[in-house]
């Protein structure tokens, strides 16, 4: 892809004004991820500029599970919405995944964007996920 001129760039400067329009960021990966380690992600979300800088910076890493067989799936941080929203700005990493996450754990993967395109948290539990 690379040869094509169609290689990676860094899209990060866009992300703040995307979030202060109101538009949702999601950033997934898995735990195994060798080519961009989810610290990483973490470490660049913590310290970009946005509307929700310091409440990402201070929001606890949750663990998070898929409601089919209630094993835990991964991690989550999240920033702006409510409670049982996706959140805003929203970093979810999975479990035994590398950096082909639905590839490598598509149950997850389903259950993480289906969550997200929800809108729906993915620590809070509803009565529609029992």
Do not use: C
């Amino acid at each position: 892809m690379t040869y094509g001129g169609e290689g990676a760039k860094n899209t990060a400067a866009l992300i703040p004004e995307l979030l202060a329009d109101g538009i949702r960021v999601l950033v997934y990966g898995g735990n195994a991820d060798f080519l961009v380690p989810p610290v990483r992600y973490l470490e660049w979300m913590s310290k970009l500029d946005s509307v929700f800088k310091e409440e990402f910076r201070v929001a606890p890493i949750l663990p998070w599970a898929t409601t089919k067989n209630n094993v835990t799936a991964g991690v989550v941080k999240a920033a702006g919405g409510k409670i049982t929203s996706a959140g805003n700005f929203t970093y979810v990493s999975a479990f035994e995944a590398g950096h082909m996450m639905p590839h490598d754990q598509p149950e997850a993967a389903l259950y993480m964007f289906k969550r997200w395109l929800d809108n729906r948290s993915l620590v809070e539990m509803s009565e529609e996920d029992e």
